[in-house]
């Protein structure tokens, strides 16, 4: 048996192999193609990117054609550079340059010389492009915006660099890709398939036609269209409200967790970033390290959220049965906590639930949170209990939206206090400054919009998404799943009733529409920078979430605006203004339109840029000065 195993095994195995090479030489004609290579041109048709709409079907982002001239190093012989750099309008010191990069990424493949031609280019190059031997036209599109508004949603399309060409084999050198925005989170949807046309050429490198009468040629396939959650009227009113301040505002529909506008402050015009100035244009907004234009606060800038966070400190103690709504605390323009310890508030007298939230009552939520984590032997153990309840409104996590950028916040845990304390013996009184959303608490203001729509909802959200339909394709299943918070629906109720009666006779009463019942929270957080080494106040950030109406909600926001002082002042005002602009399609309080369009804070930024270089909008530090926390509400 052995004797007859062994050569059963060999004769086998030369059977397999001869069966192989037969297949690969004769049959399979890919092989050959590749063997061929070097005598066959491979062209590529560039299709064209996938429409961009907004919610409502308005056309936001088209396309235009452009023209990149490509060059094979090898193929370039006997031209005259002066004249073909004369009629490109280059020097021929550029003209070394780009050759030289082009020959090092390869002498045989063809590599983009020089990028996004216009019309009177192309013609001109066209007419003498048979003198200019080893260079070619390939017809591409670029992005046409039908807005100026939403850079930051759009985000844009560049070349690839070789990081990506190593990563991904789709892309060439030269091939266009979506950076930021939905033109990252859906570059597979828009870019469509690439289309690639074989050509034979004869030992004089000219072309005698397809090859294999064109066997192996692939159509390019055009980018599927995409609309998006994005109100274009309700983003470009945001984007007005927000001349001349720094912030963002973010409004979804509690409903769905569709995102209806995602404003960031200062913004730009995303048609500078089409053609060939967008590397000059790009490298201005990057380097403008104070306005940071390319920063997209309503995703990325980590706040403290302030007493709009006094909400879910509520809940929380309702949740754990420290409080009912009619539990009274006294005020006495603020409480002490401790020894030598006094948290302000401009409120006085006695305080429940209601009136603790149309006031903004310091003492009251103080008061709740410290029983809150008082109500366990082990702060530590407290503390982790109160933080799965505040992560479970989507806080101190990243949200899993479709934008490529975003940051998570913080809700502090044990964890932090134990880097924070390494040698213990903290409690409720050392971090008491978290009820009243300072403290270690940072929330970036879509993680804040979310937060009010959950409540909005009494107890759910749906992911936050700019998505709605996908020609062709289909949304992700998450955007619908449902995530419900740890706090039981009755305890919604009154905390809601609290939140209207801020509009009706609270913090924000002189902001009230007639025929809409909004809820809503003012917020004012401390805002500190380090300038020349030393921490320096600077003047609050103006806070405000809200949804509206109370008994249907549509819309449900959060605004921050830099610097912006009290939240009643400039974020509530724009927050209710954005309101009546998606519910009744117009303003009817003009007087507080008027305002905000022409309140300009550029001097309040401006005080401070002489002194430093550093950004003043990094340092996302909030601590209490000296023994005294916490900020007057008006």
Known sequence: MRKV???????????????????????????????????????????????????????????????????????????????????????????IKKMEKAKVYSPRLPSVFLSQLNKKEYAGFQEKQRKFQGFEIVKRSLRDYQVKVAANVFGSITQVNQRTIDKNPYYQSGDLIGVQGVEQSYEEVLRGVKGVKYRQKDKFNRDIGSYKQGKFDVK?????????????????????????????????DPKTGQILALVTAPSYDPSILVGRQRSKNYTKLYRDSIAQPLFDR?????????SPFKIVTGLIALQEGVIDENTTVMCHHGFSYARGRFMRCHGFGPHQLHNGIYNSCNAYFGTVYMRTINKYLKPPQAVDIWAKHAKSFGLGDF?????????????????????????????????????????????????????????????YYYTPHIIKYIKGGKIDPKFREKHTTTIDRKYFAPVIRGLHAVYTNGTASHLQIDGINIC?????????????GKKVQLKDHSIFVAFAPMENPKIALAVFVENGGFGATIAGPIATLMIEKYVRKKITRTD????????????EYNRYTKKTNDSLYNNREIKPVGDTIGKLEL
């Open 399 to 459: 949200m899993g939206y479709d934008l490529p950028t975003g940051k998570r916040g913080l809700i502090p845990t044990s964890k932090t206090y134990k880097r924070i304390y390494p040698n213990g013996g903290w409690r409720s009184t050392a971090i008491v400054s978290n009820a009243i959303g300072q403290g270690e608490v940072l929330a970036t203001p879509i993680q804040l919009a979310n937060m009010i729509a959950t409540v909005a909802n009494r107890g």
């Open 520 to 532: 809503g929270k003012t917020g004012t957080a401390e805002n500190f920078a380090r300038i020349g």
């Open 592 to 603: 507080l339109e008027k305002f905000i369009l022409n309140k300009s804070l550029e001097a």
């Open 220 to 252: 390019a396939v055009r980018g599927e269209d995409i609309t998006l959650t994005i109100d274009a009227e309700l983003q470009q009113y945001g984007e007005e409200l927000m001349v001349n301040k720094r912030g963002g505002i973010v409004a979804l």
């Open 5 to 95: 195993l062994l050569p059963t095994i060999i004769i086998i195995s030369v059977i397999l192999i001869v069966m192989r090479l037969f297949y690969l030489q004769i049959i399979d004609d890919e092989l050959k193609l590749k063997a061929e290579n070097n005598a066959i041109e491979i062209i590529y048709e560039y299709p064209e990117r996938g429409y961009i709409y907004d919610r409502n079907g308005k056309l936001l982002v088209a396309n235009q054609p452009s023209y990149d001239i490509m060059v094979t190093p090898r193929e370039v012989k006997n031209i005259d550079t002066t004249e073909f750099c004369d009629l490109l309008n280059i020097t021929k010191e550029d003209f």
């Open 298 to 306: 309503g995703l990325l800038a980590q706040y403290a959220p302030g």
